[in-house]
């Protein structure tokens, strides 16, 4: 039997642990070189596939593959790029399948979110109508928690180990200038849809006196006055509040606070800044003086404060897609599930993509305080040991050490393709 080539590719959004399940992946297909020849990456996700624009791994050494755990973004970069069905774009799936078949490629690893599931759905499924069957396993990653089934997904524990520190350290310098200066601190987090990153921040408030005083979450509808109200209520009894809010937070008409207007390459509407909005309201209604900041990409990236549990779980999950390809399964996702809470325990399991692409998970309402501004007992329970642990970069000249791989593209056999 031939020795087929695999495809690895990383979508949307980056996280500080990604590169770990890419080392996962590359490293257990290189202890089966006899089952699998060499791991091609698509530069910059789907689309390198599309454009023949592959990247050879085998031409990193072992110890730079290995430095990929403890380096943060997309190595091989990403994107944001969405197959549509095969009667919209038939072509696009024809492309596929002559790149993989001019490449010898049988596997397909593509590591990503809701939309990654799907495009990779879409290829297990339809590959094989089109003579050139390829198994293809989903390797989860969103920082944004929001995959079904699997208890947690490669990328989160880290942004949540990120936004409880900084929201805790912000909370300490707010209180120490609360009586002669800023009386309210907004720190606005990821989440369009799902308010796990939110959740987290609560996790550094073990007492009602510090902060976060309130959360905004996208599973609860806006409502400005019962906000304003417990902000003057917060400001009254401990001299200052601490926000933490989700950029995805509607109002009672189901906008988005922070909508711009635009649309991203998914299609999804393209959220602006929901802080400076909530900032304005307090200042106008309540004229306290008020400070914000945006997380942005720094709670994504933040590598050198990245959680041990997800760390190893991104690794895992990159390990297990290799091993669930050579155990011949196809059009599956490999999840982490919880055995127990406290010690935290988990396994993987392979679950059908059918039940992941397109799918998204909330926050429950049990997870969520009874006024709606703050989270209970069980969410703590639920995520206390996906932020625990440390696992530390190596450093040089002060700062972390990351590496940067050379990327040498694989010499292309097929003429020029539009994406």
Partial sequence: MTVKNAFYA????????????????????????????????????IIGALTEDLIDTSQESAEDIARLKHTPSGAFGSCRYKLKSLETHREQYERLIEVFKAHNIGYFFYNGGGDSADTCFKVAQLSEKMGYPIQAVHVPKTVDNDLPITDCCPGFGSVAKYVATSIREAGFDVASMAKT?????????????????????????????EGPHILLFPEVEFDEARFL????????????????????????????????????????????GVAPTIAQLVKDKLGYKYHWAVADYLQRAARHIASKTDVEQAYALGQAAVELALAGENSVMPAIRRLADAPYRWDIVDVPLAEVANVEKFMPRNFISEDGFHITDACRTYLSPLIAGEDYPPYKNGLPDYVRLKNISVEKKLEEFKV
């Fill in 10 to 45: 990383q979508s949307g959004g980056v996280t500080a642990v990604i590169n770990a399940s890419a080392a996962g992946v590359i490293e257990t297909a290189r202890k089966n070189s006899d089952k699998i020849g060499k791991v091609y990456a698509g530069r910059n996700g």
């Fill in 181 to 209: 200066s800023t009386k309210v601190f907004i720190l606005e987090v990821m989440g369009r849809h799902a308010g796990w990153i939110t959740a987290a921040c609560g996790l550094a408030s073990e007492s009602p006196a």
């Fill in 229 to 272: 109200a417990k902000v003057k209520e917060t400001v009254e009894k401990y001299d200052h509040c601490v926000i933490g809010v989700s950029e995805g937070i509607k109002n009672k008409d189901g906008k988005f606070l922070s909508e711009t207007g635009l649309k991203d390459a998914f299609g999804h509407a393209q959220l602006g």
